[in-house]
Nanobody, 125 residues
Framework: QVQLVESGGGSVQTGGSLRLSCKASRFYASGYCLAWFRQTQGTNREGVAMFKSDGTTTYADSVKDRFTISWDNADNTLDLQINSLKPEDTATYYC???????????????????WGQGTQVTVSS
């Protein structure tokens, strides 16, 4: 497993931007998947952006063209740039890691074995 610590959440108005960061402890894996999920009270965690070790990125349809996931391998930091925020983006955002070399790297939360503590994003209209 890997330790994950998120930061960068906050309160913004509709149309604003935020940059979330997730600092990971150093890990060694031949293949891996890193992801951002979000969750509101009473709902399941929703995968919004995934980064695979081969550089492939995947986004949920609801955030495509507004969210950008990036991984700095030298700094072990996973970022999520969020633009054009909407009230429906309000949620607790979590980063997650799946260090299995055969990782499918999709939005299924059950595939991820490491999770951060979450950071709150609140968007007001």
């Amino acid at each position: 497993q890997v330790q994950l610590v998120e930061s960068g959440g906050g309160s913004v108005q509709t149309g604003g931007s935020l940059r979330l960061s997730c600092k990971a402890s150093r890990f060694y894996a031949s293949g891996y998947c890193l992801a951002w999920f979000r969750q509101t009270q009473g709902t399941n965690r929703e995968g919004v952006a995934m980064f695979k070790s081969d550089g492939t990125t995947t986004y949920a349809d609801s955030v495509k063209d507004r969210f950008t996931i990036s991984w700095d391998n030298a700094d072990n930091t996973l970022d999520l740039q969020i633009n054009s925020l909407k009230p429906e983006d309000t949620a607790t955002y979590y980063c997650a890691a799946d260090l299995r070399p055969w990782s499918i790297c999709n939005a299924n939360r059950h595939f991820y074995e490491s999770w951060g503590q979450g950071t709150q994003v609140t968007v007001s209209s």
